[in-house]
């Protein structure tokens, strides 16, 4: 059984560019989210996809969006980026057998983004 | 409300010693609160979870205490070991897979 992973690990952009982040979810799940976790704190709940749709969003902004592939995989984006931005991105997998019925959370090991 | 508060931020122990990290939330609403542990560089890794309808839960070294009337939680780590040395976030969300919330972390320190 394979975790989840992420790429790239660590990524370097500058304001006002995008940038997309990648999961890959643990075999079996088909729920993905996104947590953002600056340094020091709590992970934040960005959003959670499932099957392809969008099931839940945290208190962000439009500029961060998301998808989520046939093969549940998913991806992160976001747009102007800004200095605040900088952070740990954590995708989190689960399974689910309906939107509201799901497991435990399981997440990957991050991307660590740097916004200059 | 769906905060979640945590305490200490801080703590260092002895090794062999008793390491206790409290939570309180405010969301009735809430129905499964995993803790979550995290070293550096590393994303969290689930440690322990329990539901409301037990007040008690114990995983070899590591037991969850919850008090339903009082919304409060804590983990205690038995026989604290250097390995033990990360950061523990306690979360809470209703459903297990929904939006997790999360307290601010505690950084712990267990000292040979």
């Known amino acids: 059984e394979t975790g989840v992973t ?21 075999s079996g799940h088909n729920t993905v989210s996104w ?9 934040q709940f960005i959003f959670q996809y499932y ?13 961060f969006s998301g998808l989520q592939f046939p093969n549940y995989s998913s991806e992160l984006n976001v747009n102007a980026l800004e200095l605040d931005d900088s952070a740990l ?5 689960s399974k689910s057998s ?12 991050g991307t660590r983004l740097l916004v200059l | 409300q769906q905060q979640v508060k945590q305490s200490p931020q801080s703590l260092i122990v002895q090794k062999g010693g008793i390491s206790i990290i409290n939570c309180a939330y405010e969301n009735t609403a809430f129905d499964y609160f995993p803790w979550y542990q995290q070293f550096p560089g590393k994303g969290p890794a ?35 070991q250097p390995g033990d040395s ?14 997790l919330t999360f307290g601010g972390g505690t950084r712990l320190m267990v000292k040979p």
Do not use: W
Request: proline residues 6%; aromatic residues 10%.
């Open chain 1, 6 to 26: 992420q790429s790239p690990t660590h990524l370097i952009k500058t304001r006002g560019q995008q940038v997309t982040l990648r999961c890959s979810s643990q």
């Open chain 1, 35 to 43: 947590y953002q976790q600056a340094l020091g704190q709590g992970p």
């Open chain 1, 51 to 63: 099957r392809e749709e969008e099931n839940g969003r945290g208190n962000f902004p439009p500029r």
């Open chain 1, 89 to 93: 991105y954590l995708c989190a997998s």
């Open chain 1, 98 to 109: 309906a939107r509201s019925h799901q497991e435990t959370q399981y997440f990957g090991p």
């Open chain 2, 46 to 80: 689930l440690l322990i979870a329990i539901r409301p309808d037990v007040s008690e839960k114990k995983e070899g070294r590591f037991t969850i205490s919850f008090n339903k009337s009082a919304k409060q939680f804590s983990l205690h780590i038995m026989d604290s």
């Open chain 2, 86 to 99: 990360a950061t523990y976030f306690c979360a809470a969300t209703h459903n297990a897979g929904n939006m």
